[in-house]
T-cell receptor, first 113, second 114 residues
Framework: NAGVTQTPKFQVLKTGQSMTLQCAQDMNHEYMSWYRQDPGMGLRLIHYSVGAGITDQGEVPNGYNVSRSTTEDFPLRLLSAAPSQTSVYFC????????????FGNGTRLTVT | DAKTTQPPSMDCAEGRAANLPCNHSTISGNEYVYWYRQIHSQGPQYIIHGLKNNETNEMASLIITEDRKSSTLILPHATLRDTAVYYCIVRPRESSSNTGKLIFGQGTTLQVKP
């Protein structure tokens, strides 16, 4: 049971490039979400999904796309990276019924130059 | 969601109890108190949560005052590995009808010293 796995751990992009941050969980959790963490800003919710085929926007969705074709995977896409998207990105999941509330991955550190 | 106030930093000697306070004076009746911690370079980790009764698990104890306006997270025997940022969060209990959105403030940086 690996929990929530994020890849890659580190990534450097040039402005305008695109990439996908991967997130996978093996706990059969219905709910998955993406956060970004910036110094002095805490964690902010980007997008979330309550089940396969269902996604919705969080606090800061602009510049990011998501899809949820399977229960296990919830990739985050940056279509045209900007320096403002330099951040640490965390994926999290939970069961609708379960406790603890959220399981987090160990993050992807993204730098956009 | 109710706002929380935590001291920015605390020190604790290894082996001693670490008592981390949190003020949440605007908490409403259906809001729970959640504690998470974030060890450097890792994702946040759930510790414990409670509504009004004191709670204990293998990691920590949570003491909530009778008026529910403040709480204390207790790590009974702190180790060097407990050095982390500790977040106190107040929100309604997570369920299938809400988004699981957690508002993380600045938290308390706990430094456990040998």
């Amino acid at each position: 049971n690996a929990g929530v796995t994020q890849t890659p751990k580190f990534q450097v992009l040039k402005t305008g490039q695109s990439m996908t941050l991967q997130c996978a969980q093996d706990m059969n959790h219905e709910y998955m979400s993406w956060y970004r963490q910036d110094p002095g800003m805490g964690l902010r919710l980007i997008h979330y999904s309550v089940g396969a085929g269902i996604t919705d926007q969080g606090e800061v969705p602009n510049g990011y796309n998501v899809s949820r074709s399977t229960t296990e995977d919830f990739p985050l896409r940056l279509l045209s990276a900007a320096p403002s998207q330099t951040s640490v990105y965390f994926c999290a999941s939970r069961s609708h019924q379960g406790s603890p509330p959220l399981h987090f991955g160990n993050g992807t550190r993204l730098t956009v130059t | 969601d109710a706002k929380t106030t935590q001291p920015p930093s605390m020190d604790c000697a290894e082996g001693r109890a670490a008592n981390l306070p949190c003020n949440h004076s605007t908490i409403s009746g259906n809001e729970y108190v959640y504690w998470y911690r974030q060890i450097h370079s890792q994702g946040p980790q759930y510790i414990i949560h409670g509504l009004k009764n004191n709670e204990t698990n293998e990691m920590a104890s949570l003491i909530i005052t009778e008026d529910r306006k403040s709480s204390t997270l207790i790590l009974p025997h702190a180790t060097l590995r407990d050095t982390a940022v500790y977040y106190c969060i107040v929100r309604p209990r997570e369920s299938s009808s809400n988004t699981g959105k957690l508002i993380f403030g600045q938290g308390t940086t706990l430094q456990v010293k040998p």
